[in-house]
């Protein structure tokens, strides 16, 4: 297959499927094209009514002028309802369309890799969600109306002018395909040059999200500056790709006008010749000239319009890169009878076979970060993860949670598989991440996203046992308060409490908790460990630890270095080891049991006192 016809074959995949987003409504569609009939009542109808018109004039008929007012008075009326109705139905299809394709897209997106979510920037989703969406439905608009509405404009217009002079409508017929055709040369240029377009006004909109997301780092450091000079420099890019756009669309559009234009004189050049030899009334030059617009004016339209489509068609092939994308592992629907994973206890909680796994995807065992990982927990078990930085340890939390597929090895949790099984192995899983992340919305919302069947009482009780519940009731609208972007407006203590209460709530027997490393103040730091220890009981956790009772606490320490298990046992077994643990403990653990033995000692001071 040659270049040309695989480019081809490609914008008829991309038109056809586009247009299956219409298909849902195409009794709606096709009440609109009738309504939109109406137009075409107008446009012929106008032409006619003229040489009527004209011709009455000429011939002094007073009753018969009258008459055609009232007509063409009422016809109006009619054939302004009829619009307007169509307008109504365009839009409601539009909009529907637009939202059929963005629930789609909301959906894939959270059901693509997050490999594959991480390598693009939220800004860049967003837009291919909301713009490029709506560019490309808007396409189909366009085919339908304004393409289908030219073509059969021009069609009834040949025929009408075909009865006045057969010649000549076949040669402003016969112009409209060369009009067409020499837009089509800019088809190409003007598609690869949207797409370039709409990607860098995505890049723009993530700046722009970045700088006011980071706005505390940003006043702090005085960066407004550099990030400014930044997004100048890339609006002055996005300005000259838009001026090359525009350029190439006024060509589109000048090169059809100029052929139609010239095709327009000759034209009526020849039918001036035949009113010459009187062989045309006044009125029919009138019509025929109208007429023959109506004939050539739609290739023009039409070049013009698809012009637009190769435009949307940049929107739409971004569009469908999201949606095209893997889906994450192959998830299955959750059997009824999972409501209590907790069921099975007898497998183990946590099994990692074998697992490799590299972030470029490659195989090799060079470019992977885990070569052969094994871990083995039953339930009950505390694991503690602890390693240097860069280690693997969020890699392996992510890879347990099924946010990452491992290129090669198996992965389950109570017995199901986190690759087939995905739905059912997270139905196992809570996720306490070391930065929780709110949502805006009221502090019930917060903590009840991770239950739909929860009810008030239960949502106190996860908020109680999460040592919220204080500052929770405190606050002037209690479970009703709003919390403002993240959880903005709470403290970071109070923050990790709401995600220990969803944690409660959502009551899985697998526990992934990535402890936070921000220091907190002591009162604090001791309600959380408190609520965590409360947690992990009866569950079987598998803890990012970074602070020294966690560890103290957990029935084996696992080691990582460079994505391998150096190191494995209790705290004292390692230390006697003199490896890395030891090594880790010194730098990072041994302040924090300063200062848990010098808390004990004052709380032993006051007792005494
Ligand atoms: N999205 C990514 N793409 C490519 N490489 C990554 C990505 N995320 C992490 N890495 C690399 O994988 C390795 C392990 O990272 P990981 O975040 O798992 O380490 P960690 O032990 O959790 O580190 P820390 O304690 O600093 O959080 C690091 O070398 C890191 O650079």
């Not at 016809?5 to 609109?32: D, Q």
């Not at 009619?78 to 059929?100: E, G, N, P």
């Not at 020499?182 to 990607?199: C, E, P």
């Not at 946590?350 to 083995?376: C, M, P, R, W």
Request: charged share 20%.
């Amino acid at each position: 297959m040659n270049e040309g016809e695989s480019k081809n074959l490609k914008l008829r995949y991309a038109l056809r499927r586009l247009i299956s987003y219409a298909s849902p409504y195409r009794i709606g569609f096709i009440v609109a094209v009738l309504l939109l009939s109406a137009k075409l009542v107008m446009d012929i109808g106008f032409a006619a009514i003229q040489q009527v018109f004209i011709d009455t004039i000429n011939n002094a008929n007073m009753d018969a002028l009258t008459r055609i007012t009232v007509i063409c008075a009422i016809a109006c009326v009619i054939i302004i309802c009829c619009l307007m109705l169509q307008h109504y139905f365009r839009f409601v299809m539009q909009s529907r369309m637009a939202w059929d394709i963005r629930a789609k897209l909301f959906d894939k997106s959270h059901r693509i890799p997050f490999r594959y979510l991480q390598s693009m920037h939220s800004g860049d989703l967003t837009s291919r969600n909301t713009k490029d969406a709506g560019m490309a439905m808007g396409m189909i608009n366009s085919i339908v109306y304004d393409l289908g509405y030219n073509l059969l404009l021009c069609f009834i217009s040949f025929l009408y002018l075909a009865k006045m002079d057969v010649w000549i409508a076949l040669l402003a017929l016969g112009s409209g395909p060369l009009v067409f055709l020499s837009g089509r040369f800019f088809d190409r240029r003007l598609r690869k040059l949207s797409t370039q377009i709409y990607a860098k006004e995505a890049e723009l909109r993530g700046i722009l999200q970045e700088t006011l997301q980071g706005m505390k780092v940003v006043r702090a450091f005085s960066l407004e500056e550099t990030l400014l000079k930044k997004y100048a420099l890339e609006r002055e890019k996005l300005r000259r790709m838009q001026l090359r756009k525009s350029l190439l669309n006024g060509l589109l559009w000048q090169s059809s006008a100029f052929i139609n234009n010239l095709v327009m004189v000759i034209c009526a050049a020849l039918i001036a010749l035949s009113a010459l030899s009187g062989g045309t009334s006044a009125g029919e030059v009138l019509a025929f000239i109208i007429l023959m617009g109506r004939v050539q004016w739609p290739f023009v339209h039409m070049s013009q319009t698809w012009g637009g489509v190769q435009e949307a068609l940049g929107a739409a092939d971004r569009v469908f890169a999201i949606l095209d994308a893997p889906d994450e592992g192959a998830a299955h629907p959750l059997p009824e009878s999972s409501s209590s994973p907790l069921a099975s206890v007898e497998v183990a909680a946590l099994q990692i076979e074998d697992v490799h796994y590299s972030y470029s995807g490659k195989k090799d065992n060079e470019a992977s970060l885990f070569t052969g990982l094994n871990i083995h927990i039953q339930h009950g078990e505390t694991i503690a993860v602890v390693g240097p930085s860069g280690s693997g340890k969020t890699t392996l939390v992510r890879l347990c949670n099924g946010l990452y597929e491992p290129t090669a090895g198996s992965i389950s949790v109570y017995g199901k598989s986190v690759h087939d099984q995905l739905e059912e192995a997270r139905a196992m899983i809570t996720y306490v991440p070391q930065t929780p992340y709110l949502f805006s919305g009221t502090i019930r919302d917060n903590i009840a996203f991770s239950s739909s069947t929860a009810s008030e009482e239960d949502i106190r009780e996860a908020a109680r046992l999460a040592g919220a519940e204080e500052f929770i009731t405190k606050m002037k609208g209690g479970y009703d308060t709003i919390l403002g972007e993240h959880g903005s407006t709470l403290s970071g203590g109070q923050r990790q409490r709401i995600a220990i209460a969803r944690a409660f709530l959502r009551d899985a027997p697998l526990l992934l908790l990535d402890e936070a490393t921000s220091a907190l103040d002591n009162e604090s730091e001791r309600m959380i460990q408190q609520s965590l220890d409360l947690l992990m009981k009866n569950r079987t956790t598998l803890v990012i630890a970074h602070r020294l009772s966690t560890i103290r606490e957990a029935s084996r320490i696992i080691v990582l270095d460079q994505g391998s298990i150096v190191e494995e046992g209790t705290h004292e077994s390692l230390l006697e080891m003199n490896g890395l643990y030891s090594q880790l403990y010194n730098i990072q653990f041994k302040s924090s049991e300063a200062e848990d033995i010098s808390e004990h000692e004052l709380l032993q001071l006051h007792s005494h006192l």
